[in-house]
C-alpha cells in the first residue's frame, strides 16, 4: 500500500527551525520526486520545495529559498524539509507529496494535479 506519513511539525518560535520527515511505502524514493506543498491558512496550497533522488537535485521556491533544505535517504525511504530562520508567514499545514513523472526528468512537479500520492499534512506554527 502507497503511503506518506508526515511527522515533526509542531510550534516554534520566529527565528527558529525544525525538520519535518516523511516516510514513504510502497514504492522506492529513487523511482519518484519527493515534493513539500503548504497551505497558509485562508489560502491554497503551494509547492514550495522538490527533490529528486535520482539525480540529488532540488528545488525551492523564492520564498523558501535560502531558509529550507530538503533531503532524502533512500535507505529509509524518507524525505526531510529542515525550515530554518522561521517567520510567522511559515505558518501553515505541511504536506508530502510524490511523483513518478519528473524522476527522470529535469522538470519539476508545478501543480497539485501533477502529483500521485499525498500525505495527510503536518502543523507548523511559527510564533513567539
Known amino acids: 500500500q502507497t503511503q506518506l506519513v508526515e511527522s515533526g511539525g509542531g510550534l516554534a518560535q520566529p527565528g527558529g527551525s525544525m525538520r519535518l520527515s516523511c516516510a514513504a511505502s510502497g514504492f522506492a524514493l529513487n523511482d519518484y520526486v519527493m515534493c513539500w506543498f503548504r497551505r497558509a491558512p485562508g489560502k491554497g496550497r503551494k509547492r514550495i520545495s522538490c527533490?529528486?533522488?535520482?539525480?540529488?537535485?532540488?528545488y525551492y521556491a523564492d520564498s523558501v529559498k535560502g531558509r529550507f533544505t530538503i533531503s532524502g535517504d533512500a535507505v529509509k525511504n524518507t524525505v526531510y524539509l529542515r525550515l530554518g530562520s522561521l517567520k510567522a508567514e511559515d505558518t501553515a499545514i505541511y504536506y508530502c507529496?510524490?511523483?513518478?513523472?519528473?524522476?527522470?526528468?529535469?522538470?519539476?512537479?508545478?501543480?497539485?494535479?501533477?502529483?500521485?500520492?499525498w500525505g495527510r499534512g503536518t502543523q507548523v506554527t511559527v510564533s513567539s
Open positions: 527533490f529528486r533522488a535520482s539525480d540529488g537535485n532540488s
Open positions: 507529496a510524490a511523483t513518478w513523472v519528473f524522476a527522470y526528468s529535469s522538470s519539476w512537479p508545478e501543480s497539485e494535479s501533477e502529483i500521485d500520492y
